[in-house]
């Protein structure tokens, strides 16, 4: 026994070897390398109490094509220059987590999908394509995984790597998940240099798994993987999660929400871009959380043209100010390129009034994606027809209609609005004052 207590350099549970390949254990327990990169990558070595590919024979299954979850495969079809506002899905059957997913949105390396699962899983899954980013809008329960169970409510990111065995053990109650792929690469934290990586929020808010829950079971066990649209079933006589140990840093995680914290401005308004919390290979992912009001700059989104993104938004709770009372939670806005949005017409014309409220009691989670991207059949059935006219006052309201006298009274107002001052600057010297 040392004098002292000292960390290692990587993250480890339960018993592992002195080092990875090494060491009198590996003669005693099975590793199982989890390598990305061609082995180059991120990496973490589970030790098993079984050998890891000790599947029946003869058991093995290519699942039928479409049977396994059809709604993830739904048809894919351009988006077009329209806007969508998509109802809250309502499943048809009970389903667990992937026999239930559907897809909504996609480009060639990141995916949007949802879920309403009812059902437990009594399989496991790996995904052998995609790493998957879950948000948990409503509902809770345990994701079982080979490094140890991650406990998950509302509000909570998920992150699982791809190809780690999982499954999900739903608490009581409705479940809704809006779940990301990532086709290409992991997701990474979003932190620009001039604001650190605190802001907006610090890997010391992941939460990685650290309570092994090792299972000495026989039986026959099922587990599913998925390649693109093709599923597999496979049959192992023991139990998946005979896991002594790890070491690594290739690991599922949950973020919760309330641990984000944003960046505001006083005095400028912050672009989406600086809500951003993970950054994906053609897509990334923000969080527009409760925050104070900016005082002195436009503190409603100003009209904007995405022009190589894709904007989707799901309402998880709140208010969503700036939406003018269109959405209620687990909805979710699709806005294609180019095709121009911003305030609806009650919250511009709130902010034209000075009625600026103290703080934004919103929740959202934005995902965009690189174009060109796609949107399902699926989708399109939850589609509100009446989106687009949504923002018809800007059409018909007289404050915002077309007057022969615009014109003269917007270059009066520039004459006399030419010297104003931000209240908030700095005091003018005292040579200055007065002027
Ligand atoms: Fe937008």
């Not at 993830?72 to 220059?81: C, E, K, R, T, Y």
């Not at 992941?206 to 649209?229: C, M, Q």
């Not at 700059?297 to 894709?310: A, I, Q």
Request: include cysteine; proline fraction near 9%.
């Amino acid at each position: 026994m040392d004098k002292y207590e000292y960390f290692t350099g990587i993250p480890e549970v339960g018993i592992v070897p002195r080092a990875p390949h090494a060491g009198p254990l590996l003669r005693h327990v099975y590793e199982q390398e989890h390598g990305r990169g061609g082995f180059s990558g991120k990496v973490s070595h589970t030790y098993h109490l079984y050998p890891p590919n000790n599947w029946l024979p003869d058991e093995t299954r290519q699942l039928p094509a479409g049977a396994f979850a059809p709604d993830w495969d739904s048809p894919m079809q351009p988006l077009g220059g329209i806007h969508h506002a998509l109802e809250v899905m309502a499943p048809t059957a009970p389903r667990d987590v992937y026999r239930g997913m559907a897809r909504l949105v996609a480009n060639a390396t990141a995916a949007m999908n949802v879920t309403a699962p009812r059902l437990s899983m009594d399989y496991f899954f790996e995904h052998h394509s995609a790493t998957l980013v879950y948000f948990i809008h409503r509902g809770g329960g345990t994701l079982e995984t080979t490094f140890g169970p991650v406990a998950y409510r509302a509000g909570d990111f998920l992150v699982v790597p791809k190809g780690i065995t999982h499954r999900f053990e739903l608490a009581a109650g409705s479940q809704y998940y809006w779940v990301y792929e990532s086709l290409t690469g992991d997701p990474e934290k979003a932190e620009a240099p001039t604001t650190g990586q605190f802001i907006p929020h610090s890997r010391s808010d992941y939460r990685f798994p650290r309570s092994l829950d090792t299972r000495n079971e026989a039986g026959r066990f099922e587990i599913v993987s998925k390649v693109g649209g093709a599923y597999t079933r496979r049959v192992h006589p023991t139990h998946p999660f005979d896991v002594v140990g790890w070491r690594g840093t290739y690991l599922p995680y949950r973020l919760a929400v309330e641990d984000v914290r944003p960046l505001v401005a006083d005095r400028s308004h912050v672009p989406p871009s600086g809500h951003t919390v993970f950054i994906l290979p053609g897509c990334y992912l923000c969080v527009f959380t409760v925050r104070s009001v900016e005082k002195e700059g436009m503190w409603v989104p100003f009209f904007h043209k995405n022009l190589d993104y894709v904007e989707t938004i799901g309402y998880h709770a709140g208010e969503f100010f700036s939406r003018g009372g269109v959405f209620r939670a687990g909805m979710v806005s699709v806005h294609p390129v180019g095709l121009p949005h911003g305030p609806h017409p009650p919250a511009l014309s709130a902010f034209l009034d000075g009625r600026r409220p103290e703080t934004f009691d919103e929740v959202g989670i934005m995902a965009d994606f690189a174009t060109p991207a796609e949107i399902s059949e699926l989708a399109l059935r939850l589609s509100r027809p009446d989106y687009m006219a949504s923002w018809a006052a800007y059409a018909s309201d007289p404050r915002f209609r077309f007057a022969e006298t615009r014109l003269r009274e917007v270059r009066h107002l520039a004459d006399r609005l030419a010297q104003e001052r931000d209240g908030l600057r700095p005091i003018p010297p005292d040579h200055e004052r007065g002027q």
